[in-house]
């Protein structure tokens, strides 16, 4: 059944936008996950609102000093909500943090849909408006960016990574915060910058699927959600385990509606990813058993 | 108003319990008879504007979502993002019940409270799985998932993505007793009952067994789990109460309105409920109350005046992080707070009101048998923190005794340990061959509270020989394997009727992993853990909590929000039959167990002379105290075995004294038996009648305590060597110290000790 | 009581008895430490002068290790002073007190165990940076007391042998040119054989001018190797001075094993210990 196959094809190209989307949002959580311990519930927010000022600036400064300052904005948000909200819920429970995260997430989306609306507009791009032709779908150039620039933004990140004294810091500090401190690392600075970092992710991510998809205060800031099951796969502390999670799940978002009258559905890939994560989830919940709690 | 929530944690008698039920009722006439169709009042009173009504219909939705959170995630501490979906669950259902199957509104709303309940023990299941943070996101995945796939089902949300139901009217119409549901002045009945009536429940459920069984999960699971709490089983309660809630709020919400669309209930929604719960203070039910009514007086607001339309949802974010940030408390607190300020007039208000339901429940009770044995169920020789009334001549271990009652089960694996119930039982009976003698006369009132404390306690009749004294514990080629290390190898320690036994080694021996092993915190690769000669090595450890064994902690795992007092009742939870359905309801039953936990309770203060404290929070008491108070509780489950993990850590020179005084204290009282674990080997040599030592997993040595003191290869392990021995060439994993290393640090040590 | 005994009061004097007090390195002055609500130090008092070695020693739970981490700044103090070279360090953070010369290798090692051994070091040297270092110098002379460290450069920190491992901890915390090395638990899960190796090349560097402070739960082993030593018992100084002397003293063991129990047919006693009062009031 040739058109099977080629539904499938298209489902899978169709997908490439939303890999590189995940895959930027993922590696931002993981970061973030690294830095601070903090599962970011807001990360699609800090990615929605700086796609909004991309497109609210685009007729003042153009498509690219827009994007700039955009993204300026993403990473300085990072570093409000690091050093307002989280480092100040740090010493409180988990509960607290996460909430306040959440709550950074409804003030963002409230904000923009006061601001901006809830009409879907779209986005700023920065790729010409060019679409190839793959089977029966069309392919938009900017598509194709998105991808190259995540896999490029990802690069850049390993490397800043491995490769810098900042990078140093922030490995040391992500894996043993006391040590980090003995070493004179002030592991509350480069918690920060992870957090600016990640922001910048966040504002690249959200400003490229803006583009390619549509910009919507709600729908895009819970983008986030497959992305975290992207860093689950991965392991929420792995850069590649993020990439390879974020394929996992933009192509099983992507070739549901291949499989028959089920996948068709509204909403079955959405259905599909919660019970991906819901196993991802119990498997791993191994590691948080009681005896864990019990302490050495 | 319902009694408010700043006794949370104070300890309340029961006995107000009834007189809060009537609180309740005379609350709901209060709100209910201005607005009765009829009624003559209504001509006098100011009648009240139509949005208001509308407004406080959605203030007592509002309520009612936020008790759903307030119990999942302020009172059990499972966080829960979906809560909307819940509500929103609800009001489907409610739509499909009553368009395809035709059930008008008061007969569908248990069923959808039933169908909400299912789905969120469903999603509770995950939570068994994960916790924190995982479990938001996993919450968060489900709003979604409904969001965009349940919520668009074309068979759920009806046709054109909007759900209708047809208007339900009880009753003839046109005459005084119609109730047309879909006029909001008689809605508003329905919420006020509907609110009144889960404020009721809930505050019930609070101060029953199943509320103690929630504060101990979200405090420590571990905890809660080593006093006997099923935690599965009440995490999945609470998911299914808080389900059901959220369901109840749906239905609520379909019926006065009618037509539902999936809009209303997006993911947004959700976060506005968790708004109102955080912004009323997570833990408490009058808080979400009066969030309910701050949020629909915000709607309101934020409707009528135009130039702020649109910021109602920023507002009530910002309202939530300001809280979070700012005063955690929330609207509870700060109840709380100014009730304490203004004391006089809130203590002159309660009297005015209680005294004429007092006697009228007073009254009640006299009809009704049952309810009468409220007051003699609990003849409790003395009352907490005061000691003039108690009976000369009557001891309080003897007192103790005579007031356990004989307890079945109903579960499978107890059912098989009747008879261990049983040694428990006679372990208990305080040993008539102890005479004990209190130093001090009775002139001096701070000696005597304290009287354990200056106790001369004779040595306690064991049998000489130590095969004759039947075990009780007996953990025998106990193997812990992580991965491929072996954390434990071969270790056997047996604890014997009456014993303290110790249990050392250096750090990072396997101590703690071997107490671990025989409390069931985790599985041992071989070996096998007997508990009163039943073999327990695969029991779950609230099982073996149920049949006989009381532990303490390294770390404390007091539950930080509750006082001494609750602490100490959440461990009577092994000896309560009753059910959650007896508590929501306050029968009878759950007032008469109630009584008996907190005269269990209050006899263990005592006898540990712990009154100056049972009411405070456990924040900020003395550590030494704590530590007591973590062995109280673990008395107060009448465990027949105790296990303390390292009990003088982070205690100081007196305090350990006290702690060893202690342990004597109710081994002679109650001829309990201990096995204690501890790095502070002075301790453990001054208070044991047989140790074990341990080191690098394997055992060292065991014997009576001169015996571990004077054998080198414990001298060894302990202070080390002086110098590198010269039979070690080839031993280059450390494993084991060669007993032949003699070395000249080990000879001094020797020496120096004999 | 044994006449050894001195109190914390008079500890102090006897620590710093037989050094000029000028030259003093570090000097703590009747710190208390809480752990909320948990008091872990009561008035201890330590002196260390330059390229001394000094040992703390004491039973598990004594206050070892809290005692080390106030001073190099992980826990504040939240009484008596800490002077550094004759500043205040007394609450300062980690982070900066670093930079002023003292090096904290802490208990269980506290690699970092997912990156390499260089960049271990790399680490390590993160306070010098500015200071004008070489940080290749610096790494190859600190390399030279481990020769198998160069070997595992690009090997993960986690998956070198325990040996291995602590000799890195000491190497990193040498990449910081430090003139006081505080060393938490040398030996601990080390054979006897390794751990004799590593208190050989302590001893190599103090010689090279860095005083040291060890923290040893093996008494023996750390008063063999110090100058002068100090013992803590429930958070309190119950003994100090010259290594050589506290070996000898019965004080000591007691301090760790307790003393003998009763022999079963005596009149039973309370279950106390006379461990040694402290003559100062605690408020």
Redesign the interface.
Known sequence: MPHVLRDLLINVVLTVPLVGAYTMFALGLVFIYRASK??N?AHGAMAMLPAYIAYALASTFGAIGATLVALLAGGLLGVVVEI??VR??RS?????????T??????L???A??QWGTTPVQGVSLFPRHTFRVGNALLQLGDIGTLVVALIAAAVFIALFRFT?LG??M??AA??R?????????PDRTTSMAWCFAGLLAALGGIMLGASTNLHP?TLS?QV?PA??AA?IGGLESIGGAVVGAVVVGLTLGLVPSFGQIGK???????A??AL??VV??L???R?S??D???? | MVPSECHATRGRDVRASPIRARQVVIAWLVLYFPWLPGFPLNRWLPSVPFSYIVDANLAGEYALVAFSLVILTGWVGQISLGQGSFVGIGAFTTGILARRFGIPFPLNLPLVALVSAGVASMLGLVALRVRGLYLAVATLIFAWMCDAYLFSQQWFVGKAAASSIPNTVIGHPGTMTTFDLSNQRVFYLVVVTAVATAWYAAVNLRDSKTGRAFFAIRGSEVAAVSLAVDVTRYKLLAFAVSGALAGIAGNLIMTNVRVATPVVFQFTVSLFYLSIAVVGGINSLGGGVAAGILFAALTEVFYRVKTLTGWRDIVAVALLLGVLLGYPGGLGALGTATERRFRGVTKWLSRLIERPIAKGSAMLRRRRPSDGQIGTVTPVPVEVGDRRQRRPGTSRAAAFAQRLPTRRSRSPVIRRSIDLSVLGRTALEPNSAVDVREMTAGDDVETARASWRTMVIPPYPLAPDRSERPPVLEAEHVVVRFGGLTAVNDVTVVVREHEIVGLIGPNGAGKTTTFNAIAGLNEPTSGTVRLFGVDATKFPVHVRAQMGVGRTFQLIQLFPQLTVFDNLLVATHVHNPTGIFSHLALMSRAIASEADARARVRLVVEMLGLEEVASRPTAGLPFGILRQVEIARALVTEAPLLMLDEPASGLDNAETDELAQLLYFVRSQLGVSILLIEHDVRMVTAVSDYMYVINRGEPLADGTPSEIQSNPEVIAAYLGQAEEPKSAANDSNGRHISSDASIAGVEQGAEVLT | MSPSVVTTESSHDVITDGNDSAAALLTVDAIDVHYGPIQALRAVSLTIGSGERVALVGANGAGKTTTLRAISGLLAPTRGRITFDGEPIGGMAANKVVQRGIAHLPEGRELFFGLSVEENLRAGFWSQRRAGRAYKSQRDQVMDHFPILRERAHQAAGTLSGGEQQMLGVARALMSNPRLLIVDELSLGLAPKIVSQLFDILAEINRAGTAVLIVEQFVHMALANTDRAAVLAKGEVVLAGPSRDLLADPQLIATYLGEQAPKPDEPPRRPSRRAPKRTSNRT
């Open positions: 903090v599962l519930l307002v909200v100040r819920l409180a429970s988990a509960t607290s943090q996460t909430v306040g959440v709550g950074v997430l409804g003030l989306i409230a904000l849909a006061r004294d140093l810091a490995r040391c894996d043993n006391r040590a980090a401190r003995l070493m004179g690392i002030d709600y819970l959600l975290f099951v689950l559905q509204v909403g079955a890939p959405q259905l990813l919660a994560a819901f989830m119990s791993r919940g191994n948080f009681v005896a709690m019990a302490g050495a």
